[in-house]
């Protein structure tokens, strides 16, 4: 069975970084893509970023520049490290393992499968 967990959510000042850490645990297949999703009291839930099992990367607009994702492969694990922190980045962030390749849909489809964590809180203060 497929576990995912986060770590590393916070409360920071607007301009400050956090890095969010995501560790994917049991059998998963070649082509399971990784990524970062977000939602924000009374919003739907967005995508932040994916990085699919050929190392592609995508981000969701408001975020390029000031995101980078990360994944090791053999380790199973997917950073997420944020910087230029706004209010309205303010979300609980949540890791997911996904069965696509490429998943860069991912970002502005909704979709209802893959393996999810229970999520971390970040909290920008302005």
């Known amino acids: 069975q497929v576990q995912v967990e986060e770590s590393g959510g916070d409360s920071v000042q607007a301009g400050g970084s956090l890095r969010l850490s995501c560790s994917v645990s049991g059998p998963t297949s070649s082509n399971t893509c990784m990524g970062w999703f977000r939602r924000a009291p009374g919003k739907a839930r967005e995508g932040v970023a994916v990085?699919?099992?050929?190392?592609?990367?995508s981000y969701r607009d408001s975020v390029k520049g000031r995101f980078t994702i990360s994944r090791e492969n053999p380790k199973n694990t997917c950073d997420l490290e944020m910087t230029g922190l706004r209010p309205e980045d303010t979300a609980m962030y949540y890791c997911a393992a996904i069965p696509a390749n490429p998943c860069d849909w991912t970002l502005h489809t909704p979709f209802n499968f893959g393996t999810w964590g229970r999520g971390t809180q970040v909290t920008v203060a302005s």
């Open positions: 990085v699919d099992s050929d190392g592609r990367r």
